[in-house]
């Protein structure tokens, strides 16, 4: 939600950081995760699932690091921010107390949410990996 009023305040006073644009979306991975593993003791989802979407946040943000610390800036694609807006509304939806409003389907509609995230999440990933990869193993201008 923030996300965009500090990106927008960033570009419009010139103030936008290379640290910035990396830790902005790290933030964001480490809520996700964290929001992800309280739900499992709650029963409201999958140890497996939540593990394969934490592992998936893990691997591409790292290696968008590892690009990034070469010089390489790896923007996010439409297909990652497909996942990261249906993550939030899966994870919206499971978290919503249903003693604040009495709707039993709300926590089956969230894991459905969330199951559509995984596979956005495993697609992204994979676009993620194929276009990192290119760059990895892209010859270098080093003659």
Request: proline share 5%; with cysteine.
């Amino acid at each position: 939600g923030t996300d965009w009023i500090d990106g927008y305040f960033a570009r419009r006073y010139k103030s936008e950081t290379v640290l910035g644009q990396l830790m902005d979306p790290l933030a964001d991975k480490v809520l996700v995760a964290t929001a992800f593993i309280m739900l499992i003791p709650l029963g409201r989802l999958p140890a497996w699932l939540a593990l394969v979407i934490i592992c998936r946040e893990l691997i591409i943000t790292g290696l968008r690091g590892i690009a990034a610390s070469s010089g390489i800036v790896v923007a996010a694609s439409r297909l990652g921010k497909l996942k990261s807006i249906i993550q939030y509304l899966g994870l919206g939806t499971l978290i919503f107390p249903l003693d604040l409003l009495p709707l039993p389907f709300l926590h089956r509609l969230g894991l459905a949410i969330v199951y559509v995230a995984l596979v956005l999440t495993i697609w992204s990933g994979f676009d993620y990996f194929l276009k990192l990869r290119r760059i990895f193993l892209a010859p270098s201008d080093t003659s």
